[in-house]
């Protein structure tokens, strides 16, 4: 028996959305794919669900992106830290980024980290469906960042790639004993499986790869072969389609 409300998990993709509270799950096509769909129909679910209390929420790449920062030159704390990851995201992005809402994952000193940004007017519209459904949002997280940090243990060992496909974008990254070296996002138009291929291939020209390294495949797109991606690597396709939703939200 708990006192406390449960507590709601949400994810938020362009075509797709999903509710999970417990050992319950719910899921709904998008009617118009993008943000502003998105958010349309979390709402209707939340609706539906009656719960109440506290909730995490994890968004898609193309709502809330993660890029690979080089560490600053000194310790900073936290609130120089927030200023110090705008400043750079201004200079690749332009002035309108620095109002945008961000976090970061913290990584032994000296080493490359992941920073999440969102758009502070699309994390009010979020906040504004939630308290309307009488929701609390305790953690905000990019899909990238949560899959990678529940993944991490398991592919954190020798040289790899990781690779999250959802629909028309393609995310990839190259992993060294746990560390992020590279990352590399990409639109995806036409052939899921050529489409990787050809970022992979690129990516790992860069790296300067002369053994090819597994890849993971994290998936939101359904029924695709991600055997059929080149260059004489294994590949380990994970979770796909609505399945790799539900995992993102624990069940």
């Not at 958010?39 to 009656?50: H, P, R």
């Not at 961000?102 to 920073?115: H, K, N, R, T, Y």
């Not at 060294?176 to 050809?198: F, I, K, N, Y």
Request: glycine share 10%.
């Amino acid at each position: 028996m708990s006192l406390l409300s449960p507590r709601l998990r949400i994810a938020l993709t362009p075509d797709r959305v999903a509710v999970a509270s417990g050992g319950s799950y719910r899921d709904t096509a998008v009617a118009v794919p993008g943000w502003a769909g998105a958010v349309e129909a979390v709402g209707g679910l939340l609706k539906a669900t009656n719960l109440r209390g506290r909730a995490s929420v994890r968004l898609s790449h193309h709502f809330a992106p993660v890029h690979l920062l080089l560490p600053p030159p000194v310790a900073l704390k936290p609130l120089e830290m927030q200023g110090w990851i705008r400043d750079t995201l201004a200079r690749q992005f332009g002035e309108t980024s620095r109002g945008w809402q961000v976090a970061w994952q913290a990584e032994p000193s000296g080493e490359p980290f992941l920073a999440g940004s969102l758009e502070s007017e699309r994390l009010a519209e979020l906040n504004s469906v939630l308290r309307a459904a009488s929701l609390k949002p305790v953690d905000v997280q990019p899909w990238l960042a949560a899959t990678w940090n529940r993944r991490r243990r398991h592919l954190g060992h020798g040289r790899a790639w990781f690779a999250l496909a959802e629909p028309d974008r393609v995310t990839l990254m190259r992993l060294e004993a746990g560390h992020v070296r590279s990352m590399r996002s990409a639109l995806m138009q036409g052939d899921a499986v050529a489409a990787l291929t050809d970022l992979l291939t690129r990516e790992a020209l860069l790296a300067g790869e002369t053994t090819p390294a597994p890849l993971w495949v994290e998936s939101a797109l359904p029924s695709v072969n991600w055997q059929g991606v080149g260059g004489g690597r294994s590949v380990h396709p994970l979770t796909s389609g609505r399945e790799a939703l539900s995992a993102l939200l624990g069940n």
